[in-house]
């Protein structure tokens, strides 16, 4: 896949310490990856960088809203998102992603791409149930609602039988002890 040069971060030039970028993420960043489950994104991304003599520290901060649809009722809905994820780059003989925490890139490099690591954090943020906020609050007028209301089986009211009186004395023979 095509790295995104924007997510790039040169890191050679960099004194040890703390360094912070900021990056505005919107819907063309998912298309890139060719990730259709959100109809629109606004995302902003901090990041921080810590740099330490033989690794680096990286800190993504992400907070915004993307349009999804709801999966009862397929209505599209702004569904808010935040998230923290910490990941380490380390220095190795040759570029391993493998470890989940830890990205390994050859001795020599001079830059880093984090666009894999800022896709997983956001895209696995998003809750495994995504409902409308009108349908939790009843707000929702939809035809799927109706029709799934009309559908959905109804609960048979418990008729209390008429019983020989005599049954009820026996009863509360049961009862009193």
Same mark, same amino acid.
């Given at each position: 896949?095509?790295?995104?040069?924007?997510?790039?971060?040169?890191f050679?030039? =960099?004194?040890?310490?703390?360094?912070?970028? @900021?990056?505005?993420i919107?819907?063309?960043?998912?298309?890139?990856?060719?990730?259709? &489950?959100?109809?629109?994104?606004?995302?902003?991304?901090?990041? !921080?960088?810590?740099?330490?003599?033989?690794? !680096?520290?990286?800190?993504l901060?992400?907070? +915004?809203?993307?349009?999804?649809?709801?999966?009862?009722?397929?209505?599209?809905?702004?569904?808010?998102?935040?998230?923290?994820?910490?990941?380490?780059?380390?220095?190795?003989e040759? *570029?391993?992603? &493998? =470890? &989940?925490? /830890?990205?390994?890139?050859?001795? +020599?490099?001079?830059?880093?791409?984090?666009?894999?690591q800022? *896709?997983?954090? /956001?895209? #696995?943020?998003?809750?495994?149930r995504?409902?409308h906020?009108?349908?939790?609050?009843?707000? !929702?007028?939809?035809?799927? !609602?109706? @029709? #799934?209301?009309?559908?959905?089986?109804k609960?048979?009211?418990?008729?209390?039988?008429?019983?020989?009186?005599?049954?009820?004395?026996?009863?509360? =023979?049961l009862?009193?002890?």
């Amino acid at each position: 896949m095509k790295e995104l040069k924007e997510f790039t971060i040169p890191f050679v030039g =960099l004194k040890v310490g703390e360094h912070t970028f @900021k990056f505005d993420i919107g819907n063309t960043f998912f298309e890139h990856f060719e990730y259709d &489950e959100f109809n629109d994104a606004t995302l902003v991304l901090n990041v !921080l960088l810590n740099k330490k003599t033989t690794l !680096l520290e990286f800190t993504l901060q992400f907070k +915004g809203q993307v349009n999804v649809n709801c999966d009862l009722t397929n209505e599209p809905y702004e569904q808010p998102i935040e998230g923290t994820y910490h990941f380490v780059v380390k220095f190795g003989e040759e *570029y391993n992603d &493998e =470890l &989940e925490d /830890i990205l390994i890139i050859p001795h +020599g490099s001079y830059q880093v791409n984090i666009q894999q690591q800022i *896709y997983e954090s /956001i895209v #696995l943020s998003m809750p495994a149930r995504r409902i409308h906020p009108g349908i939790e609050d009843g707000s !929702l007028k939809s035809d799927i !609602l109706e @029709k #799934l209301e009309e559908l959905s089986p109804k609960e048979e009211k418990e008729t209390e039988e008429e019983t020989d009186p005599r049954w009820d004395d026996l009863k509360k =023979l049961l009862t009193d002890k």
